[in-house]
C-alpha cells in the first residue's frame, strides 16, 4: 500500500478513468461545436430573406408583392434548410456510435463542416444568379464535397474502429452506401453541366442510392436500415 493511497493497480485504475472522463469531455465538445456550427449555418440562409423582406418592407409594398418578389430567395432558403437537416441527420447516424475522436476524424470533420457552411454562400449566389448554367453545378458540388467529406470521416472510422462503442460492428457506418451517395452526387454534377436544363432536378439521382446499395452491397450492412 503506497502512502499516496491505494495500490499501484488501484492508483492504474484511476489514472485511466481520469482519462477517460478527459476523453469524453473532448468528444462532448467535439459534437456540441459541430452542431453549433450546423445550427449558425441554418440561420444564415434565413438572413437574406429577412433583409430583403426589410428593404421591401420599406417601399410601402403589400405583403403578397414582397412574398411574389422574394419568392426565389424563399425556395432557395427551403431547398438549403432542408439539405443541411439531411446532412445533419446522417453526420448524427454515424456519430451516435462513435466513442472518441483522433486526428484525421477532427479534420474530416472540420472539413465536413465548411461544406455546410459554404452552402449559404452557394444558396445566396445560385439566388442571385439563377439564369446562369454554372448555378446549379456549383450548388450539387457543394452538395457533392459534404458527402465526400462524411465518407472520407466514414473511411477513418472504418479504418480505426477503436474509435466506435465497444461491441460496434463496422457496417452499421454503411461505408460503401456513403461511397454510393457521393458517387451518384458526382454523376449528377456532370449531368447538369451537360445538360443545364435538367437543374437542380439532378439530385433525384439520390433515390437510386438505395436500391443500388441493396444490390452491390451485402445484406448484413443494409437490412437493419
Known amino acids: 500500500m503506497s502512502d499516496s493511497g491505494g495500490t499501484d ?40 430573406v429577412v433583409e430583403r423582406a426589410t428593404e421591401m418592407g420599406g417601399d410601402d409594398l403589400t405583403i403578397s408583392s414582397i412574398l411574389r418578389e422574394s419568392g426565389s430567395q424563399i425556395a432557395g432558403f427551403l431547398l438549403s434548410f432542408f439539405v443541411i437537416a439531411v446532412m445533419w441527420l446522417r453526420h448524427q447516424e454515424i456519430f451516435r456510435n462513435v466513442e472518441s475522436v483522433n486526428r ?79 458517387g451518384l452526387l458526382v454523376l449528377a454534377v456532370v449531368i447538369v453541366l451537360l445538360v443545364p436544363s435538367i437543374n437542380y432536378f439532378a439530385m433525384v439521382l439520390l433515390v437510386l442510392q438505395r436500391p443500388l446499395i441493396r444490390r452491390l452491397v451485402p445484406k448484413e450492412e443494409w437490412e437493419d436500415d
Do not use: C
Open 9 to 48: 493497480a488501484e492508483q492504474e485504475a484511476r489514472r485511466a478513468e481520469r482519462a477517460r472522463e478527459r476523453i469524453k469531455r473532448g468528444f462532448a465538445r467535439f459534437l456540441l461545436f459541430t452542431d453549433a456550427v450546423v445550427a449558425i449555418a441554418i440561420t444564415l440562409l434565413i438572413l437574406p
Open 104 to 182: 484525421p476524424l477532427v479534420w474530416t470533420n472540420l472539413g465536413w463542416l465548411l461544406t455546410v457552411v459554404f452552402l449559404a454562400y452557394t444558396t445566396a449566389l445560385t439566388v442571385h444568379n439563377d439564369t446562369e448554367s454554372i448555378a446549379a453545378p456549383i450548388y450539387i458540388a457543394n452538395v457533392a464535397l459534404n458527402s465526400l467529406m462524411l465518407t472520407l470521416s466514414v473511411a477513418v472510422l472504418s479504418r480505426h474502429p477503436d474509435l466506435l462503442y465497444p461491441g460496434t460492428p463496422r457496417s452499421v457506418l454503411h461505408l460503401r452506401g456513403s461511397i454510393i451517395a457521393t
